[in-house]
């Protein structure tokens, strides 16, 4: 099998000539993760993915047990660019109106007044999401897509930044709605923090004795810088081979043995803007295959439907991904044609 890697290495021609300055992103995505790191102990590659989706203006579904984090990150995030910050604690009782606000009639001015709702913030906490109805789980898919939010048939547009960092306990499910395959495609990346290793875990002990790593964070990058790095990546160049290499991955996901549900086109655009982000962070301006195979699993196993039967066996739509990965062959041709 040829070196892609070391072909992407050679000249490009205009197409990929566009020039973007890479090193903003770098300096943008180092800021940030180092400012977060400094929080969350030990989930470098977590944070990376974390720091990925919002330079990829994607949404990150956290699903992982209480106590590892979730809630710390996305502080630690909102306070590292300096963005308005919300958290929407989800309980079975909650109304849509909740969450995107409502019109309330004022009597002295005898008009109606729209009182915002805490999604109308730049990063948004949505804690334990799948215990709200599928009603009020509904309210966040025009944000989530649109970026935008209608009540009594005004819209209101959502700033920039704007980030939906939601989390779900995979092990509880007793008052719980499992959330629809809309709003599942809807989310950029699912990750999972884990527990931390002992010497992680001591260095956390050690760090809190006093006053939380959180009282120490400050702004490190502000959103004109951030809304920049995030244009700049849109430049990063991505070949016709990996573009299809995206392509061949994806339509596999609709045909193997063990799917029901194949991933959408949305996840072969998330799997895009993904490489490009990846590519930004580390310095290239174009993409190669191994963006695609490091960042396959994180976009696209949330949007696969396993069998039944395939499920009895203890298949996971994680497992599906890397079998295939293991299947399609990677694109092997030079880029710059």
Do not use: C
Request: proline content about 7%; hydrophobic content about 40%; cysteine-free.
């Amino acid at each position: 099998m040829p070196d892609t890697t070391s072909q992407m290495r050679r000249v490009p021609n205009q197409q990929a000539n566009s020039n973007p300055d890479i090193s903003v992103v770098q300096d943008v995505a180092e800021r940030i993760s180092h400012s977060v790191n400094q929080v969350i102990i030990g989930k470098r590659n977590e944070i990376r993915l974390t720091v990925l989706g919002l330079l990829s203006q994607g949404h990150i579904l956290i699903e992982d047990i209480p106590g590892v984090g979730k809630t710390m990150l996305a502080k630690a995030l909102a306070k590292s660019i300096g963005a308005l910050f919300s958290r929407i604690q989800f309980t079975p009782d909650m109304l849509p109106s909740d969450i995107t606000g409502v019109s309330l009639f004022n009597q002295k001015t005898r008009e109606f007044e729209f009182r915002a709702g805490p999604i109308m913030a730049q990063i948004v906490l949505a804690d334990e999401i799948n215990r709200a109805t599928p009603k009020t789980q509904a309210a966040l898919l025009e944000a989530m897509e649109e970026r935008q939010v209608t009540v009594d048939g005004v819209t209101y547009p959502l700033q920039e930044p704007f980030l939906i960092l939601a989390t779900q306990n995979p092990i509880e499910y007793e008052g719980t709605f499992p959330l629809p395959e809309a709003q599942l495609d809807r989310f950029f990346i699912r990750i999972q923090l884990g527990y931390p290793s002992p010497q992680e875990e001591m260095t956390v002990l050690s760090a809190q004795q006093h006053r939380h790593p959180l009282m120490n964070t400050f702004q490190v990058v502000t959103v004109q810088e951030l809304v920049a790095a995030q244009n700049i990546i849109r430049e990063v160049y991505v070949a016709t081979d990996v573009q299809k290499y995206i392509i061949d991955l994806v339509t596999a996901t609709r045909r193997h043995p063990d799917v029901y549900l194949g991933s959408s086109p949305r996840g072969s655009l998330a799997l895009f803007r993904a490489v490009q982000a990846r590519a930004a962070m580390a310095g290239r301006n174009h993409a190669i295959p191994d963006d695609v195979k490091a960042l396959a699993e994180v976009t696209l196993a949330h949007r696969i439907i396993v069998r039944p039967d395939a499920r009895i066996n203890n298949v996971t739509s994680r497992a599906v991904v890397n079998d295939i990965l293991n299947t399609i062959p990677v694109a092997g041709t030079s880029p710059w044609q």
